[in-house]
Nanobody, 118 residues
Framework: QVQLVESGGGLVQAGGSLRLSCTASGRTFSNKAMGWFRQAPGLEREFLAAVSWSGGSTDYADSVKGRFTISRDNIKNTVYLQMNSLKPEDTAVYYC???????????WGQGTQVTVSS
């Protein structure tokens, strides 16, 4: 079983940037598409971005397209989410997991909190 640990969250002003990391331990995830999701208080968890196992194909939700970039390093067993032009509505706990299309497949880690102040 793969254990996923998200990191890189924090407090940032609107317009700022953060880079999130998701590192896997246990079984490798190099043969799986991976995705990032987020959940704000009182809201359902939402899909943000996905990257194919090779890293050659990506998919983004409209809410983050053009601002967020997903990438991966299979040697380091790590998936990244570069977040630019952050907005207060991006405030949430961010998670990564394996995906099929935009659907989450695996278990969730503890997530990393992102707070964007106005």
């Amino acid at each position: 079983q793969v254990q996923l640990v998200e990191s890189g969250g924090g407090l940032v002003q609107a317009g700022g940037s953060l880079r999130l990391s998701c590192t896997a331990s246990g079984r490798t995830f190099s043969n799986k598409a991976m995705g990032w999701f987020r959940q704000a208080p009182g809201l359902e968890r939402e899909f943000l971005a996905a990257v194919s196992w090779s890293g050659g194909s990506t998919d983004y939700a409209d809410s983050v397209k053009g601002r967020f970039t997903i990438s991966r390093d299979n040697i380091k067993n790590t998936v990244y989410l570069q977040m630019n032009s952050l907005k207060p509505e991006d405030t949430a706990v961010y998670y990564c997991t394996g995906v099929l299309g935009r659907q989450p497949l695996g278990s969730w880690g503890q997530g990393t909190q992102v707070t964007v102040s106005s």
